[in-house]
């Protein structure tokens, strides 16, 4: 069971770990419900690329992907 829930997660698993705004856009309005000041926070305010820019730039993900797909 364990072999086949890997396969199926590596089928559509993110490749570059992108985290995309929209994916964090129904957290901050859930903690905005009681905290009205985090409706003035973006999700791109939260995001910070840095590692995965290196991870991409040194071709972390390259190799890993080749060797997993």
């Known amino acids: 069971m364990l072999d086949a829930s890997y396969s199926i997660e590596m089928k559509v698993m ?3 770990l992108e ?3 929209a994916a964090i856009q129904p ?3 859930e903690v ?3 905290n009205p ?3 003035k926070i973006k999700p791109q305010d939260l995001m ?4 995965l820019a290196d991870m991409e730039s040194s071709g972390f993900f390259k190799q ?4 997993q797909r």
């Open 19 to 21: 985290l995309k705004p």
């Open 64 to 67: 890993l992907w080749s060797e």
């Open 48 to 51: 910070d690329r840095r590692y």
């Open 27 to 29: 957290m901050i309005e």
């Open 32 to 34: 905005a419900r009681n």
């Open 37 to 39: 000041r985090a409706a």
């Open 14 to 16: 993110e490749p570059r």
